[in-house]
């Protein structure tokens, strides 16, 4: 009898264990998505301060992207925290447009070019 209920207590938790949702699983991309959140937060700040007029643009791309990606739960978390991040890390630094900041746009639109390109090339169907 106690083999039978250690045999169904390790079902349960084997099954307890699984993710609910199959969203919950991390991607192969997931590191790339989350690179690219922290990018447009970035970018919502700095393009902010050096007067680019462009409103919420990288907020609504954030947007986009969540949109199109459908996460879930951790997944959705860590999205969304890279953005914070990526706003947050240039607020703290700038609190005006300066050549650096300049600098940290230009690249941040390549970098995140180039992650948009990859996963597009990788990963479209």
């Known amino acids: 009898m106690s083999t039978r209920f250690l045999a169904i207590f390790a079902l349960i938790l084997a099954c307890a264990s699984v993710p609910t949702r199959a969203q919950d699983v991390a991607a192969p991309f997931d590191a790339d998505l989350q690179r690219l959140a922290e990018i447009l937060g970035g970018l919502h700040y700095l ?16 947007q986009a992207l ?19 991040r990526g706003y947050n890390g240039f607020q703290q630094t700038y ?19 180039k992650i948009s390109r990859d996963l597009t090339a990788r990963y479209a169907n």
Request: with cysteine.
């Open 66 to 84: 969540i949109d199109a990606e459908t996460p879930s739960g951790e997944r959705r978390t860590r999205m969304i925290a890279g953005f914070n």
């Open 95 to 113: 609190r005006s447009c300066t050549p650096a900041a300049t600098v940290a746009i230009r690249r941040y639109i390549e970098e995140g070019s």
């Open 47 to 62: 393009r902010g301060i050096c007067g680019a007029n462009e409103g919420n643009k990288w907020r609504s791309e954030m």
